[in-house]
């Protein structure tokens, strides 16, 4: 029995011993929407805001027993997911999705590092196409990961980034596509769902750039959802919620 009653926010994902990514910015986020965490790493880093020192991947064994203590000691509304780092790491936690399929969880597919390190073995793309994403309530690929995922080459512009979501979407129940790295002076993210119109999320784009943007836009999707939120809902207020971070982080003149 579950000893604390408020929803919880499930984070799995790597550490970053900047605190400018993963689960310091999961956290970070999730608080400032009200809601609480608990935590299951798969991964220690180190790393500056600059480039990735070293990687330190934990057992599977241990990710799930990490995963499986949290959801028994509190009442989790939603998982977010983000660097999984191995194929075996991924299976596992795939397997404890399984066993709580009323669980919305949010992946944020993280194959690398802002510097362009790699977060995930290259051979692991497959298993988490095939044996976690489909388990998920919503994935949150920016460009550059939604080519990878499709298997084809960078979209350049946004109808091409539809038919590589469109291509990704078969077997799974919902896409956001961010925008952040298209170029022009919007920066949409679009919601894809089976059997339904694409929904646009707009804003403008902002000249400057902070790290860990695709962590907390998925954590506070996920946030939302644990508090009860429709996806799009959740969707609409998680962007709002990142678009006012990062303007508050642009200098003014």
């Known amino acids: 029995m579950a000893m604390r009653r408020e929803p919880h926010v499930l984070v799995v994902g790597g550490s970053d011993s900047s605190g400018g990514a993963g689960i310091a910015r999961d956290i970070e986020t999730i608080s400032a929407l009200g809601m609480r965490t608990c935590l299951a790493v798969t991964a220690v880093t180190v ?3 600059d480039a990735v020192a070293e990687i330190h991947n934990l057992q599977p064994d241990l990710v799930v027993d990490q995963m499986r203590a949290a959801l028994q000691a509190n009442e989790v509304g939603a998982i977010k997911i983000g660097m999984l780092a191995t194929e075996q790491i991924i299976v596992a936690v795939a397997d404890v999705l399984r066993e709580n399929p009323r669980i919305p969880a949010v992946v ?4 690398a590092s802002s510097s362009g390190s790699p ?7 497959g298993v988490l196409k095939h044996e976690l994403i489909p388990l998920c309530r919503l ?3 920016n460009l550059i990961e939604l080519a ?4 084809s080459e960078l979209a350049m512009d946004e109808d091409g980034a539809l038919q590589q979501g469109r291509k990704l979407l078969a077997g799974l129940q919902a896409l956001l596509i961010k925008g952040g790295h298209a170029a022009g002076r919007r920066s949409p993210d679009i919601l894809l769902r089976s059997g339904q119109q694409p929904i646009r999320f707009d804003a403008p784009r902002l000249a400057g750039s902070m790290r860990g943007t695709g962590c907390a836009l998925a954590s506070a999707i996920a946030a939302h959802l644990a508090n009860g939120s429709l996806l799009e809902e959740g969707v609409r207020r998680g962007k709002l919620l990142v678009f006012e971070k990062l303007r508050k982080s642009v200098p003014r003149d």
């Open 119 to 125: 977060l995930l073995e290259t051979g692991a793309i």
């Open 139 to 141: 994935v949150t690929p």
């Open 47 to 49: 790393q500056t805001h």
């Open 148 to 151: 990878i995922l499709a298997g």
């Open 108 to 111: 944020d597919p993280v194959l």
